[in-house]
C-alpha cells in the first residue's frame, strides 16, 4: 500500500480545506518546497500536489510554489500533480519540468476527448481524477454535482488509456472521518487499473482498513489532515503498511 502526502496549493502556500471549500483553508505552511523535503525525508515515495485555485479557476495558479516543489524533489520519487489541467500544452509543460503524472479532473468529465487525447499522447503518465458525492461525479473544485455515475465514467475513461483512478469521496475529505472503504472498494472491483483512496483517512486505523482491501485493486491512499494535524505518523504508517502486506 503506497500511502500518499499530499500538498494542497492555494495562494502559494501549503493548506488543506474541508470539503474543498476554498473559503474554509487552514494554512500549514508558508513553504510548499520545504514540506516536500520534509515528506521525501520521512520516506514518501510518492508526493500527490493540488493546484487549489486552479481546480476552481481552470488555469494554472501556482506555478511557482509547484517548480520550487520540483526543483527540490523531482528525480528522486515522482510527484503528481492535479487542478487546473485542461490542455495539451500545460501538461507538456509540467512533465517537462519534472511532474511525473498528471491528473486530469474536470476536464475529463467535460470533455472526454481532451483525455483521450492526453493518453494517447503521454501514456503512462496520465491519471484521472474522479471526485464523487453519493456515487455521483463532481466537478470544478467540487462546487458542481453531475448526474454522472462513478463507476460507469471510471470505466469508460478506463478504455482511453489512463493509469490510475484517483478516487475521492467529498463528503469526507477533510473531515476526519474516515475512508469510504465500500464504495472505494467497489470501484476498485470494477476496474482493471489501479484505485488511489482518497478523502478522510484520519488515523492508523484507516490504514489498516485499506491494507485489507489492496489485493481488491487499491494501489494506494493520499494523505492529508491526518498528517498536518499530528494524528497520523507517516514513517510509522508506511512502515506499518508495508508490515501488513510484505
Known sequence: MLLIPAIDLKDGRCVRLRQG??????????????????????G???????????????????????????????????????GGIRDLDTIE???????????????????????????SAFPGQ???????????VATD???????????DLARKFEDYGVEAVIYTDIGRDGMLTGVNIEATVRLAQA???PVIASGGVADINDVDKLCAVEDEGIEGAILGR????GRLDFAAAQTRADELNG
Request: net charge neutral; with cysteine.
Open 21 to 42: 471549500d476554498m473559503q474554509d483553508a487552514t494554512v500549514f505552511s508558508e513553504d510548499p518546497a520545504a514540506m516536500a523535503r520534509n515528506w521525501l525525508e520521512q
Open 226 to 229: 491526518a498528517l498536518y494535524e
Open 141 to 151: 473544485g467540487w462546487s458542481k454535482v453531475t448526474k454522472h455515475d462513478v463507476v
Open 44 to 82: 514518501a515515495r510518492r508526493l500527490h500536489l493540488v493546484d487549489l485555485n486552479g481546480a476552481v479557476t481552470g488555469k494554472p495558479r501556482n506555478e511557482s510554489a509547484i517548480r520550487a516543489i520540483l526543483d527540490e524533489i523531482a528525480g528522486r520519487i515522482p510527484v503528481q500533480l492535479g
Open 126 to 136: 496520465v491519471i484521472v481524477g474522479l471526485d464523487a458525492k453519493d456515487g455521483r
Open 191 to 193: 476496474l482493471r487499473v
Open 93 to 119: 509543460r509540467y512533465l517537462d519540468g519534472g511532474l511525473s503524472y498528471v491528473i486530469v479532473g474536470t476536464a475529463a468529465v467535460k470533455n472526454p476527448g481532451f483525455l483521450h487525447d492526453a493518453c
